[in-house]
């Protein structure tokens, strides 16, 4: 079973409109971690904003919201004021704790935003 | 400072060439991570480091080997190559391999002819 999943290969949004990105993670593990990541055409990873699973309120970052539902192991990704610089692929990913281990993240397949002028 | 550099940006080369990519932060950070990333893929763990030691291969092909100079740099040597290693090879760093947040550098496009 997949651990993260996104639901939406392709997403269109006009610009200034907010948008919202799906991801459902699957996990037992009770300490996690889930990120958003932004990938443009040009390749770069950027990292947008983290939830950790015992935060107790949704994580904010400038225009990029996470909201978070634990009860439905949801993290959608809300961008709001859509900019056409925001076209990219975005990666939902996650983190279990691994005691002892090294951090390793289990990336969605990603969601294709395009920002209609 | 969030910046991890890689070079070279883009590389071609025949499957009988020996090549490396570098990887560089100046974060303190302590984990450092190489991923293959194919077109309209997620990317995948390759190699992670930590606190220069190899942690984790994640059955990776001997003809990719990494090495760990020290703390703030990584390299991946490539040799013989095969045409399905095109890939944008992406660099990651950590504070520690058990904290959260990766940052990435820009990658570099590999093309094997």
């Known amino acids: 079973a997949q651990k993260i999943t996104q639901t939406q290969p392709g997403m269109f949004v006009q610009e200034k409109e907010a948008v919202t990105l799906d991801c459902t993670y699957d996990t037992s593990d009770p300490s996690y971690g889930l990120f958003w990541y932004k990938q443009p055409s040009s390749g770069e990873m950027i990292f947008l904003i983290y939830q950790g699973s015992y935060d107790q309120q949704n994580a904010t970052e400038g225009r990029y919201s996470l909201n978070f539902q634990k009860a439905r192991k949801s993290a959608n990704l809300v961008i709001s004021a859509s900019q056409l610089g925001d076209s990219a692929m975005y990666f939902c990913a996650m983190r279990e704790g691994q005691a002892g281990g090294s951090y390793i993240p289990t990336f969605g397949r990603g969601t294709s935003l395009i920002v209609h002028p | 400072d969030t910046e991890v550099t890689q070079t070279p940006k883009h590389l071609v080369m025949g499957m009988t060439n020996k090549k490396s990519l570098k990887c560089e932060q100046h974060m303190g950070h302590r984990a450092m991570y190489w991923y293959k990333q194919k077109a309209k893929k997620p990317p995948e763990l390759m190699f992670v480091?930590?606190?220069?030691?190899?942690?984790i291969n994640e059955s990776v092909p001997s003809r990719f080997s990494p090495e760990c100079p020290n703390s703030s740099l990584l390299n991946l040597h490539l040799h013989a190559l095969q045409p399905e290693d095109s890939a944008l090879y992406l660099c990651?760093?950590?504070?520690?391999?058990?904290?959260?947040?990766?940052?990435f550098g820009p990658g570099t496009r590999l093309t094997v002819l």
């Open positions: 480091y930590s606190y220069e030691k190899l942690s």
């Open positions: 990651a760093s950590s504070q520690d391999p058990n904290t959260d947040t990766q940052y």
